[in-house]
């Protein structure tokens, strides 16, 4: 008998995007653009899905017949009906939606139905639990990611072989905030990697830059300030076109304290200036040739990333190698409005046209893996 190999999930939802613009005296108006997948469980395991077949990958999608096309349906099952656990929701809600308001370059957000909240019990009701999953996904704010940790200890005290996940976490953008770094900072030690963006790593240690030249060497003390919170495996931050920069847990180092009297008073989570930090290059760089045609919409690239990331760890990858991965399944996902095609060619699955392999092979060609910040 052959053993399943455990999946990678998500714990995100399914959302359907509809978009609209505000001008400038507050008006909101339709924008000639059809509503389209969304969420950021979507993004997130069709980021996965770039490099692992339908049977390795799991999201549970909560939706009513009724208030999802057909055609989104079957668009999603075109990346394999297998990794797709559909429930139908009876609370009167329908299928989760969402309004996307462009005021100029800035993008909002809000439901306009309540989503589902997923925990890991949810997984146990549908097959994907047999054998439970390797690695999860999480968007949330502190409260909820404290309650999935919870529940995966409990589902391991429960299951005769345990079960103990990595747990990728992005904190949801609005709780990224200074008064939220003590639960945080105690959340952080129970997940493998922390990642926000730049601009929410900024918002959350309070920093502000005056000039783009000041950007990477905040981004650097951030991401040393996020690893001091000692994550499992590492804290990485993504920063759009500067790809992104890490730092590993394993590499962890403090400045020893003039003194004894100083050692006892010094705060344990401050970051060391010589903790290493590395970068990796987004593959569709600004000074690429093609990039303004290249680069159409940034929607759930961050998702995809970790996705990306997700894939590559249990493939068993280094976050040297793994990062890579995430920046090519990111750069699938900006390509186009919502999310990428995919054909089989010759045995190939092609994604937009491109063989995701190469694309790997070629930002491995244009960089070292990884760059220590200095």
């Known amino acids: 008998m052959t053993l399943k190999r455990p999946r990678i ?3 995100e939802a399914f959302i359907i995007d509809t978009f609209t613009e505000v001008d400038a005296d507050g008006k909101e108006s339709a924008v000639d653009k059809a509503d389209q997948i969304g969420g950021a ?25 009724e208030t999802l096309p057909p055609s989104m349906k079957a668009q999603l ?7 797709w656990a559909w429930r139908e929701r009876h609370d009167g809600a329908g299928t989760t939606r969402a309004v996307n308001r462009y005021n100029g370059q800035v993008r909002g957000f809000e439901y306009l139905s309540a989503p589902m909240l997923l925990t890991p019990r949810a997984l146990l009701e549908t097959d994907f639990h047999t054998p439970l999953p390797s690695w999860l996904h999480l968007v949330s704010y502190p409260a909820r990611a404290d309650q999935v940790v919870q529940d995966i200890a409990f589902i391991s005290s429960e299951v005769e ?5 990595g747990l990728l976490w992005e904190p949801e953008p609005p709780c990224c905030i200074p008064e939220n770094l003590p639960l945080i900072s105690k959340l952080t030690r129970q997940v493998d990697i922390i990642s926000p ?9 309070g920093r502000t830059i005056s000039s783009e ?5 905040v981004l650097e003390w951030a991401v040393r300030s996020l690893v001091a919170f000692r994550p499992r495996m590492g ?25 004894p009297a100083a050692r006892k008073t010094s705060n344990p989570g401050t970051p060391s200036h010589i903790q290493p930090v590395y970068w990796a290059p987004a593959f569709w760089h600004p000074d690429m040739p093609g990039y303004k045609t290249k680069v159409v919409d ?11 990331l997700m894939a590559a760890f249990d493939e068993g990858k280094d976050m040297h190698e793994a990062v890579i991965w995430a920046n090519v399944a990111a750069s699938f996902v900006i390509e186009q409005d919502g999310l990428p095609t995919i054909k089989t060619i010759l045995g190939r699955e092609v994604w937009n046209g491109d063989y995701p392999w190469e694309r790997v092979e070629n930002l491995k060609r244009r960089m070292k893996v990884g760059r220590a910040a200095t």
């Not at 076109?241 to 003194?259: I, M």
């Open 213 to 217: 030249d000041e950007l990477v060497p």
């Open 235 to 259: 804290a990485v931050i993504r920063a759009g076109p500067l790809g992104c920069c890490y730092a590993l847990t394993s590499e962890l180092v403090r400045t020893p304290s003039p003194h």
């Open 161 to 165: 072989e345990g079960w103990e996940p």
């Open 41 to 65: 469980g979507t993004y997130g395991i069709i980021g996965a899905r770039i490099f692992l077949p339908p049977s390795r990958l799991a999201m549970i999608i909560d939706y009513t017949p």
């Open 197 to 205: 963006n730049h601009t929410e790593a900024l918002q959350l240690f």
């Open 298 to 308: 940034p929607t759930g690239a961050g998702n995809a990333f970790m996705g990306g």
């Open 77 to 83: 099952e075109g990346y394999g009906a297998d990794m």
């Open 9 to 11: 999930a998500t714990l």
